[in-house]
């Protein structure tokens, strides 16, 4: 259907006349209501309405389990889920669009992401790491590569710019090899376990759900787990705008995330049963998933700020990022983040 061009200048001449005539009955205590309203919300640390939440194919806990929802409702705020996202890498790209507020990714994506000379990406929390046990560099029982010696010249397939970057890369250090003495295989987490599976490449850098999917159909050998290497946990990452604009909206949300968080540490089983439906699995592979995986938020701490500059001094030196980067141009001023970290956290 075609739609008759309205010339701007009629329009907004009409706007302009409508609400002038709308103030002339609108009564006095009523404008002061409204300017009040305005006044209260601002004073409340939030202008915005919406708030935008990413999650990835791996499933979030505080998304299934709805706990946002109710505390956002009673300040009049609507919460919009967007994704799901494969991975990290894709889930900041929205943020950097401004479609995505908040989300939670691991350690690797927003090195890459400040590297490329990203800044509107902010840290606002970090994840306590696991045993490392949920993710791995996988091949067939049957594969000759029998160690990570053996991977040099092999093609190895994972998402860039991800944790399973960070493994690879650290897990080769380990025995004198580099992430360019291998052939990287760039793929989605699905596409890359999807092509392990069907037997297109014989090396994969996994992590669960699919970790554990793949572990019960396949007979697998890991040649590395994440222990001692995925020391960080990962991140919950703010649009920097939107932190800065509506920091109780920001606190609100790292509380409920960090309660549920704490309720999935302690009931791995019901945790399963909330993910099957949407993660579409089984409900024994998910229970294995849950008690490998760690759901609780942890404050930005001086020590965890340093690691993370040390993973991107690590992936500097190895050349995987183009340029040497500071991860404090990506930390809140004291003041704002002690504004948007719960007590709870401290």
Same mark, same amino acid.
């Given at each position: 259907?075609?739609? @008759?061009?309205?010339?701007?200048?009629?329009?907004?001449? $009409? /706007?302009?006349?409508?609400?002038?005539?709308?103030?002339? %009955?609108?009564?006095?205590?009523?404008?002061?209501?409204?300017?009040? !309203?305005?006044?209260?919300?601002?004073?409340?640390?939030?202008?915005?309405?919406?708030?935008?939440?990413?999650?990835?194919?791996?499933?979030?806990?505080?998304?299934?389990?709805?706990?946002?929802?109710?505390?956002?409702?009673?300040?009049?705020?609507?919460?919009?889920?967007?994704?799901?996202?494969?991975?990290?890498?894709?889930?900041?790209?929205?943020?950097?669009?401004?479609?995505?507020?908040?989300? !939670?990714?691991?350690?690797?994506?927003?090195?890459? =992401?400040?590297?490329?000379?990203?800044?509107?990406?902010?840290?606002?929390?970090?994840?306590?790491? =696991?045993?490392?046990?949920?993710?791995?560099?996988?091949?067939? &029982?049957?594969?000759?590569? $029998?160690?990570?010696?053996?991977?040099?010249?092999? *093609?190895?397939?994972?998402?860039?710019? =991800?944790?399973?970057?960070?493994?690879?890369? $650290?897990?080769?250090?380990?025995?004198?090899?580099?992430?360019?003495?291998?052939?990287?295989?760039?793929?989605? @987490?699905?596409? &890359?376990?999807?092509? +392990?599976?069907?037997?297109?490449?014989?090396?994969?850098?996994?992590?669960?759900?699919?970790? &554990?999917?793949?572990?019960?159909?396949?007979?697998?050998? !890991?040649?590395?787990?994440?222990?001692?290497?995925?020391?960080?946990?990962?991140?919950?990452?703010?649009?920097? *705008?939107?932190?800065?604009?509506?920091?109780?909206?920001?606190?609100? +949300?790292?509380?409920?995330?960090?309660?549920?968080?704490?309720?999935?540490?302690?009931?791995?089983?019901?945790? &399963?049963?909330? %993910?099957? @439906?949407?993660?579409?699995?089984?409900?024994?592979?998910?229970?294995?998933?849950?008690? /490998?995986?760690?759901?609780?938020? /942890?404050?930005?701490?001086?020590?965890?700020?340093?690691?993370?500059?040390?993973?991107?001094?690590?992936?500097?030196?190895?050349?995987?990022?183009?340029?040497?980067?500071?991860?404090?141009?990506?930390?809140?001023?004291?003041?704002?983040?002690?504004?948007?970290?719960?007590?709870?956290?401290?």
């Amino acid at each position: 259907m075609k739609i @008759p061009f309205i010339p701007q200048r009629r329009t907004v001449l $009409k /706007r302009i006349v409508q609400f002038s005539v709308l103030g002339l %009955f609108i009564s006095t205590p009523l404008l002061g209501s409204l300017v009040n !309203n305005a006044q209260a919300q601002k004073k409340a640390g939030f202008t915005a309405k919406v708030i935008n939440l990413a999650y990835q194919t791996s499933g979030d806990i505080v998304k299934v389990k709805k706990v946002v929802e109710p505390r956002f409702k009673a300040l009049g705020v609507t919460v919009n889920w967007v994704g799901p996202f494969p991975a990290g890498p894709q889930l900041i790209e929205a943020m950097n669009a401004g479609k995505v507020d908040i989300g !939670n990714v691991g350690e690797t994506p927003p090195i890459f =992401s400040q590297a490329a000379g990203i800044t509107e990406v902010i840290y606002i929390a970090g994840r306590t790491p =696991s045993k490392g046990a949920n993710q791995g560099i996988i091949v067939r &029982a049957n594969s000759p590569i $029998k160690k990570i010696a053996d991977l040099k010249g092999k *093609k190895i397939a994972f998402q860039r710019g =991800s944790n399973a970057h960070y493994l690879l890369a $650290k897990a080769l250090q380990e025995v004198g090899l580099k992430i360019k003495d291998v052939q990287i295989v760039g793929l989605t @987490p699905s596409e &890359a376990r999807d092509a +392990f599976i069907q037997d297109k490449v014989e090396v994969w850098v996994g992590s669960d759900p699919f970790l &554990a999917l793949v572990e019960k159909i396949i007979p697998i050998r !890991n040649l590395r787990n994440a222990a001692r290497i995925n020391t960080l946990g990962g991140f919950y990452l703010g649009r920097r *705008k939107f932190v800065t604009q509506n920091p109780e909206l920001v606190r609100v +949300f790292l509380e409920e995330a960090d309660k549920v968080g704490e309720w999935a540490e302690k009931n791995p089983t019901e945790v &399963a049963k909330a %993910f099957a @439906p949407a993660l579409k699995l089984d409900v024994s592979v998910l229970e294995k998933v849950a008690r /490998r995986r760690t759901f609780r938020l /942890r404050k930005l701490t001086p020590g965890i700020i340093a690691e993370q500059q040390r993973v991107a001094d690590f992936y500097f030196q190895e050349k995987i990022i183009p340029r040497k980067i500071d991860i404090r141009d990506a930390i809140l001023p004291t003041q704002l983040d002690v504004a948007i970290t719960p007590v709870r956290l401290k």
